[in-house]
């Protein structure tokens, strides 16, 4: 199977890095290829500019190459913290010009965007990663969990991916050794359970 991986944390020396390698570790062994992108490695461009919102000049390259990633992907990981109830400004910027009319939706003729669109990826599966530093507690009590409505509702079902499974590691600022090898290893279980090995040829 081929999965993407979006990896979106500045520091390499970060849990969320740690995270990405274990995922991608897992996958080999499990059969599967994976495509990983470092947003902030590949200093993704991450601002739409009125234009492109506008669809008067193409997209360039770059995104045009993102776009052809995701729409070849059969699964989906990704990885990052949770800043301020939402994912990092540069992968909100991903999804702006990622996740676009064309490639992850399309609405059916004569809607101008009040219905239900159709989700275009061929997708099934998708496993969302983050860290944080408050406590689920809070983070449900105070909040209500804004991360898990953004990544299910807002976005990925309605680009047609129907199964979502997400997990939230923390409090990472105050974790032991342990506890984030505790958290590693039920990341690799996590993706044993989301993409389970490729059938071998026999």
């Known amino acids: 199977m081929r999965i993407l991986?979006?990896?979106?944390h500045p520091e390499p020396k970060s849990l969320n890095h740690a995270i990405a390698r274990r995922v991608m570790e897992t996958l080999k062994k499990l059969g599967h290829s994976i495509l990983l992108h470092d947003l902030?490695?590949?200093q993704f461009p991450c601002v739409m500019s009125?234009?492109?919102i506008a669809g008067r000049n193409p997209v360039d390259s770059v995104i045009e190459n993102h776009c052809c990633d995701l729409q070849n992907a059969q699964g989906l990981v990704i990885i990052h913290p949770n800043w301020w109830g939402q994912p990092p400004a540069i992968?909100?910027?991903?999804?702006?010009?990622?996740?676009?009319?064309g490639v992850a939706y399309r609405f059916l003729p004569g809607d101008q965007g009040e219905g239900i669109p159709e989700g275009l990826l061929g997708i099934?599966?998708?496993l969302i990663l983050n860290t944080s530093d408050t406590p689920r507690e809070r983070e449900i009590s105070n909040m209500g969990d804004p991360l898990e409505a953004i990544w299910k509702k807002c976005i990925l079902e309605y680009c047609g991916i129907k199964q979502v499974t997400r997990r939230m590691f923390g409090v990472v600022i105050t974790s032991t050794f342990e506890e984030r090898e505790k958290w590693l290893k039920e990341t690799e279980e996590l993706v044993v359970a989301t993409y389970p090995a490729?059938?071998?040829?026999?």
Do not use: M
Request: hydrophobic fraction near 40%; aromatic fraction near 10%; charged fraction near 30%.
């Open 40 to 42: 902030y490695a590949e």
């Open 124 to 126: 099934e599966k998708a």
């Open 198 to 202: 490729e059938p071998t040829a026999g």
């Open 91 to 101: 992968l909100k910027g991903w999804v702006d010009r990622v996740f676009r009319s």
């Open 5 to 8: 991986l979006i990896l979106a």
């Open 50 to 52: 009125g234009s492109e």
